[in-house]
Every structure is written in structure tokens, then in C-alpha cells.
């Protein structure tokens, strides 16, 4: 079994930064580190979407177009756990962001169906 706790969110103004964070736990040494991990996000009356995920043996990062070059998926292996540095950031990034982890193959990386483990979420709102 795999948690994810998330944490990093909270209110900015437009043009600011924030970092999340994802700390992938396992419930036995046997665990090991899930294929990929990465960062959706779900505005209020909109679809749940990819942004960014990290394939774990690879290192191999994916990002939504509307993020590239804003946002950065990073991982520390030592501390399992996977960042999402967001700057620069727009009122139309405020949503719930979560942190999901899946098998390194599969569906592409930006279908939710890819991820078997999703954390409860961390609120980013940017203010004009």
C-alpha cells in the first residue's frame, strides 16, 4: 500500500511562487517506489487535469503544455518525495492540486487512469 501527503499550497498573489510537496509513503520495505507520481489539479466545476508527472526510474519528466516553462517536476529520492515548483504563477492555476502515483507503464501520464494512489490535496489560489 502507498499514501501520498501532500503539502505547499496556499495563497499568493500573480506572479509569485509556491513549491509542493509529495511524500510517497510505503507500508513495507517490500514497497518500493511507485513507476511515476505526478500533480493534477481540479478547478471548481471543471475536469480533473494533468500537469505534470516524473516517471521514477527514468527521471523523465512530462508537463501540461499550459505549465511548460513555469513549472517544475523535481524528486529526492532519499526523502521520497516528488516537488512541483510553480512560478510565475495565474489567477487560472488556482485549483486543488493532488499528488497520484501509478505503475511506470500503461496509460499515457495524463489520464487519471494511470495512478492507483491519489493524496487528499492541497489548495493553491493566486490572486490578481
Known amino acids: 500500500q502507498v499514501q501520498l501527503m501532500e503539502s505547499g499550497g496556499g495563497s499568493v498573489q500573480a506572479g509569485e511562487s509556491l513549491r509542493l510537496s509529495c511524500t510517497v509513503a510505503t507500508d513495507s520495505e517490500s514497497t518500493s517506489m511507485p513507476g511515476r507520481v505526478g500533480w493534477f489539479r481540479q478547478a471548481p466545476a471543471k475536469e480533473r487535469e494533468a500537469i505534470a508527472t516524473i516517471f521514477t526510474i527514468t527521471n523523465v519528466p512530462y508537463y501540461r503544455d499550459s505549465v511548460k516553462g513555469r513549472f517544475t517536476i523535481s524528486r529526492d529520492s532519499a526523502k521520497n518525495t516528488v516537488y512541483l515548483q510553480m512560478n510565475n504563477l495565474k489567477p487560472e492555476d488556482t485549483a486543488m492540486y493532488y499528488c497520484?502515483?501509478?505503475?511506470?507503464?500503461?496509460?499515457?501520464?495524463?489520464?487519471?487512469?494511470?495512478?492507483?494512489?491519489w493524496g487528499q490535496g492541497t489548495q493553491v489560489t493566486v490572486s490578481s
Open positions: 497520484a502515483a501509478g505503475k511506470n507503464w500503461g496509460p499515457p501520464w495524463w489520464q487519471p487512469a494511470s495512478y492507483t494512489y
